[in-house]
């Protein structure tokens, strides 16, 4: 157990849907970092927080955002769901912000798109 | 699309045998980590070598970092049937004006008990 917690474990839903995803870092982590795992694309670097402001973005689409709010959780807002959207998707936490900190990775929400 | 490229993409070996895995990337990087992501579910960071080192050891792991050939091995002595997951290299490096860490395609390991 990394002690990041991420919920929900799965969400199904339909084209054109709004979903919210969840995450909680590691006590006392401030960085947070969001993933996309899918078959065809592998494991994309989506965007990462530190102590509430944006760090770094790797490639995140328009229709989606993040924020990371005071105390520290942060949610990943998908919108105008995609049948390609439909994938794993990591929240990470790490003590700093830099490149080289290790990241805590939690369980990952399984997103189905019908 | 992906930086990294992993060879070889799935490797099945018997216990305690070594395994070897390879990892290249096409960026000049800060950093290289090496991560295990057991089926489905999250991953776990298991070394990191900084782009001015050449090797590390942890335990059983050893990675060697070429930045000449921009390449990463990750070597795994004495394999365990809990060694069963796939792999995969993460680079991070800066360009225009943010972080990008990049993961790999990963390779699967399959040990053999």
């Known amino acids: 157990d990394s002690g990041v917690t991420q919920t929900p474990k799965h969400l199904i839903t339909a084209t054109g849907q709004r979903v919210t995803l969840r995450c909680s870092p590691r006590?006392?982590?401030?960085?947070v970092y969001w993933y996309q795992q899918s078959l065809d694309q592998g494991l994309q670097f989506l965007i990462q927080?530190?102590?509430?402001?944006?760090?770094a973005k790797g490639n995140i689409l328009e229709r989606f955002s993040a924020q990371q709010f005071p105390d520290l959780h942060s949610e990943l807002n998908l919108s105008s769901l995609e049948l390609g959207d439909s994938a794993l998707y990591f929240c990470?936490?790490?003590?700093?912000?830099?490149?080289?900190?290790?990241?805590?990775f939690g369980p990952g929400t399984r997103l189905t798109v019908l | 699309s992906q930086q990294g490229e992993e060879d070889p993409q799935a490797l099945s070996i018997q216990e305690g045998e070594n395994a070897t895995m390879n990892c290249s990337y096409k960026t000049s990087i800060n950093n290289l980590q090496w991560y295990r992501q057991n089926s489905g579910r999250g991953l776990v960071h298991l070394i990191l070598?900084?782009?001015?080192?050449r090797e590390k050891h942890s335990g059983r792991l050893r990675v060697t970092l070429d930045t000449s050939k921009k390449s990463s091995s990750l070597l795994i002595t004495a394999s365990r049937a809990a060694d069963t997951a796939s792999y995969f290299c993460a680079t991070d490096h800066f360009t225009s004006g943010t972080y990008k860490y990049i993961f790999g395609t990963g390779t699967r390991l399959k040990v053999l008990a």
């Open positions: 006590s006392g982590d401030l960085s």
């Open positions: 927080y530190y102590n509430g402001e944006e760090r």
């Open positions: 990470a936490s790490s003590p700093g912000g830099k490149s080289y900190n290790e990241q805590f």
């Open positions: 070598i900084r782009s001015n080192e």
